[in-house]
């Protein structure tokens, strides 16, 4: 199937793109503390002229309909805005604080990082700073060098007159208030990205900013796609209430740039893989024809440690193809670096599946048919072996490989496959 036809390289509106991701970077919103980065989300989307509802927990869903002319969806495209953060977990006799991470960080990240705490009272919000137990060396010379990693050996200086317990409550702060880890995003001059929360903020700012494209241009997708902005990714909950009329999902998050994987800081990711499994084989291989007829810097990966929104809404039963895509993030959960050209790719080829026909019009159209309908045949054939003769003991013995036609040969631990010619 040509995936090329009818489909537009929308230009992106960068300085937009730029606006919107600065802005979700400034916004605090760890996990379970996501109401604020939503009503911004929202005006952003409503900018967008999309028509859009929240759940009662405050995930997203905006509707932009197909040529069919109705509020179906046939497909999906995920993001998330929580972020990794902290939990207050006890209120120290040195005055300090002891904390838990949100979601899945290590503590080596989160050493010298600046840090908001929110109490329960809106107007008392404090600033602070993570760091080591033994954080001088003037003070402990080389055990500073020695000093294990973990959140038990790390702790928050807050930024207040403080010297016990007591002095911490007395300001309001309460074991369970939040800990936001404070972005503090650069444009540099050469377009790179440095921030805390590019994951997946990033994502957000290119996704609207394709959804923005494609409206601009006044086309309609030939199919109807919900575009689903979940809070709690990171503690892996994500898509899990996925419509199950849904026929595709696409998820948009950071891809891993290090040493072993093949995503780049400037080029958008397609992943085969991660932790939860392979993702969907026709389906990922109709955005690598999108990239590559359009000329999109992409790349395949595979990650090993690695899960997304995809995953929950999968294992909550979701009966849909799945895929995720990227833009190349270095150093992921710390002190994270992507391009701006990462962001446009990513942002271009969303832009392009939301024109594409889904990945088998026909089959994915219906949750359920026949096994004769069923399309996975064009590109995983069906092949028998051959019922065991007796008789043909001494043709095996001569030719380990014997063409018969029509079969895939697996005898004595040996196999090859044998094409229909007549």
């Not at 009272?121 to 993570?130: F, K």
Request: net charge negative.
């Amino acid at each position: 199937m040509n995936y090329r036809r009818d489909v537009t390289d929308v230009p992106i509106d960068t300085a937009w793109m730029q606006d919107v991701l600065l802005e979700l970077l400034r916004i605090p919103s760890p996990s379970g503390r996501t109401d604020v980065i939503m009503q911004h989300v929202g005006e952003r989307i409503e900018e967008v002229g999309l028509s859009f509802e929240l759940t009662r927990r405050g995930a997203m869903t905006a509707r932009f309909g197909g040529q069919d002319g109705t509020d179906g969806v046939d497909r999906a495209v995920v993001v998330h805005t929580d972020t990794i953060g902290c939990m207050v977990r006890d209120l120290k006799d040195n005055g300090r604080l002891t904390v838990a991470p949100v979601g899945t960080h290590s503590s080596r990240f989160s050493e010298g990082t600046r840090v908001s705490i929110f109490t329960d009272d809106p107007e008392q919000t404090y600033t602070g700073t993570i760091l080591p137990t033994k954080a001088s060396g003037h003070a402990f010379g080389d055990a500073v060098d020695h000093h294990p990693v973990s959140w038990d050996h790390v702790e928050v200086r807050v930024d207040e007159r403080v010297s016990c317990a007591q002095d911490l409550r007395d300001l309001g702060i309460r074991v369970g208030d939040f800990v936001a880890q404070i972005a503090f995003p650069v444009i540099t001059r050469s377009g790179f990205v440095t921030s805390r929360h590019l994951d997946d903020k990033a994502g957000v700012a290119a996704v609207l900013a394709a959804f923005k494209a494609v409206k601009e241009a006044g086309i309609t997708p030939q199919v109807g796609t919900e575009l689903l902005i979940t809070i709690a990714e990171e503690v892996g909950h994500g898509a899990a209430g996925l419509g199950h009329e849904v026929a595709e999902m696409l998820s948009v998050d950071s891809a891993v740039v290090a040493p072993g994987q093949q995503s780049t800081e400037t080029g958008v990711s397609i992943a085969m893989q991660d932790l939860h499994g392979p993702f969907d084989y026709h389906l990922t291989r109709v955005l690598c024809d999108l990239a590559e007829a359009h000329e999109i810097e992409s790349t395949r990966d595979v990650f090993r440690y690695y899960r997304s929104d995809v995953a929950s809404a999968l294992e909550a039963g979701a009966e849909t193809r799945a895929a995720l895509v990227g833009f190349g993030v270095d150093a992921t959960h710390g002190h994270e670096r992507t391009h701006l050209d990462g962001i446009v790719a990513t942002a271009r080829l969303v832009a392009l599946y939301l024109q594409a026909p889904l990945t088998f019009a026909s089959w994915d159209a219906s949750p359920t048919g026949s096994l004769e309908h069923f399309p996975s045949t064009a590109v995983q054939p069906v092949r028998r072996e051959p019922e065991w003769d007796p008789e043909d003991e001494e043709l095996y013995e001569t030719d380990p490989f014997p063409e018969i036609e029509g079969s895939y040969v697996s005898l004595r631990g040996t196999s090859r496959l044998v094409d229909e010619e007549e």
